[in-house]
C-alpha cells in the first residue's frame, strides 16, 4: 500500500529514464561493481560507504544513457535472434 502511495501519478523523466533502462543496467552493474567492491573493501566503513554510494549513483546515471542501453537492446535482440534461429532450424 505505500509503495503504491509512494508512485507518482504522473511520469518523472528521469525516473522513466532509469526504468526504462533498468535491464540493462542490471546485467551490466556487475562488471562496474566489482573492481569497485574490490578497491573498497580495503577501506575502513565510513571512507568505503561513501564512496560505494556515488559509486552507485554514477554507474545507474552511466547505465541508463541512451548510448548504452541502445547499444545493449541490439546485442541482446541479436543473442535472441541467433538462439530462436539455432531452434527453427532443429
Known amino acids: 500500500f505505500l509503495l503504491v502511495r509512494l508512485v507518482p501519478k504522473k511520469k518523472v523523466p528521469f525516473l522513466t529514464k532509469l526504468g526504462n533502462a533498468s535491464f540493462a543496467v542490471f546485467c551490466l552493474h556487475v562488471f562496474i561493481v566489482l573492481p ?3 578497491l573498497t573493501s580495503k577501506l ?3 571512507v ?3 564512496i560505494d554510494v556515488v ?3 554514477l554507474i545507474c546515471l552511466l547505465l ?3 548510448a548504452v542501453n541502445k547499444t545493449f537492446n541490439k546485442i541482446i535482440f541479436k543473442l535472441g535472434d541467433a538462439v530462436t534461429a539455432k531452434r527453427r532450424s532443429k
Request: hydrophobic share 55%; aromatic share 6%; glycine share 0%.
Open 48 to 50: 568505503a560507504a561513501p
Open 36 to 38: 569497485i567492491a574490490a
Open 44 to 46: 575502513s566503513f565510513s
Open 64 to 66: 541508463s544513457t541512451d
Open 55 to 57: 559509486c552507485a549513483v
